[in-house]
């Protein structure tokens, strides 16, 4: 019994002890892992303060023909895809991809997926019934203009190993204060993994005291 009792009062102090040892690790160590790219071109203010680039500005339209603007989404961690139409076995990888994710992270409200379906809005009905879209963590929105135009938009400065893909095979991430912070190949089963540890670290950062986020500031791209 006292063994029992001595494991209880340790498990309870590991849970109690967790959040601060989670503060001390965050805030004075200096690890990779918190570090993620802030891509895009940046500008200063008048004050000498870094400005990222961030998407918004940009209206889509739901299921609803209903305009939905991507700044509605800020304050929450989004994942962007593009879907071309087409029935292949590449748009069914990612959207088994886009469900992994989904399934992993559906009871975090703040954490989001966005697919964009590229070329014709009236498609973005047929994309939200296929996949069964009912929650608001994963919605489907139409763009009509031209591909390149969201490309302008989405994708800067692609990492190396990844310029080579096809752009409209991408997931992009984004923080919460729309900034693009990872891009990741789509159609690559390894990359689940890895977006699962990207998702992470942007939550972590919010751990991260005001103080010391500048001293985490992410490796730019410009």
């Not at 939200?128 to 009509?144: H, K």
């Not at 923080?175 to 998702?199: F, M, N, P, S």
Request: proline content about 3%; aromatic content about 10%; some cysteine.
């Amino acid at each position: 019994m006292k063994k029992i009792l001595n494991g209880r009062s340790l498990m309870l102090l590991t849970i109690l002890l967790f959040p601060s040892l989670l503060y001390v690790v965050l805030s004075t160590g200096s690890h990779n892992f918190i570090k993620r790219p802030i891509y895009g071109p940046k500008e200063l203010s008048p004050q000498g303060d870094s400005i990222y680039y961030q998407l918004n500005g940009l209206t889509f339209l739901n299921c609803k023909t209903q305009e939905v603007e991507l700044s509605s989404f800020q304050k929450n961690i989004v994942l962007y895809h593009f879907f071309e139409g087409k029935d292949s076995v590449l748009e069914k990888r990612k959207a088994s991809q886009l469900i992994a994710l989904h399934d992993r992270f559906k009871e975090k409200t703040d954490i989001k997926i966005v697919s964009i379906i590229l070329g014709d809005s009236v498609r973005v009905c047929d994309f939200q019934n296929e996949y069964n879209l009912l929650s608001q963590q994963w919605q489907a929105i139409g763009f009509e203009r031209s591909k390149n135009f969201v490309r302008e938009k989405f994708i800067l400065n692609i990492p190396e190993e990844l310029q080579e893909n096809q752009w409209a095979n991408l997931f992009v991430l984004v923080d919460k204060k729309g900034r693009i912070r990872t891009y990741r190949d789509g159609v690559q089963y390894v990359e689940e993994k890895a977006l699962i540890d990207d998702i992470k670290i942007l939550k972590a950062e919010e751990f991260i005291p005001k103080k010391k986020k500048k001293d985490a500031a992410e490796q730019e791209y410009n």
